[in-house]
């Protein structure tokens, strides 16, 4: 049987609205656990925003040299 995993960015306090306000950035140390949990999914669901800005950042995450080493990592086997 499959399993659904929720999985959520929040403070310790509970906020969930607006990430960019209260996280700085994400070092590629973090990237590489993101890399490694996704690895052991076969399907990930996304909502409406997160869809559209991973749309918009992951097809130039390679030719912008944007990112972490990881995160270029993650461009190329899911292209």
């Known amino acids: 049987m499959r399993k659904i995993v929720l999985q959520m960015m929040t403070t310790l306090n509970g906020r969930l609205d607006d990430p960019l306000a209260w996280l700085s950035s994400v070092g590629d140390d973090q990237y590489r656990a993101i890399?490694?949990?996704?690895?052991?999914?076969?399907?990930?669901?996304?909502?409406?925003?997160?869809?559209?800005?991973?749309?918009?950042?992951?097809?130039?995450?390679?030719s912008e040299d944007v990112g972490t080493e990881t995160n270029r990592k993650m461009a190329r086997e899911d292209a």
């Open 35 to 62: 890399h490694r949990l996704y690895a052991t999914y076969d399907t990930v669901l996304v909502g409406r925003v997160t869809y559209e800005e991973m749309a918009s950042y992951w097809p130039g995450a390679l």
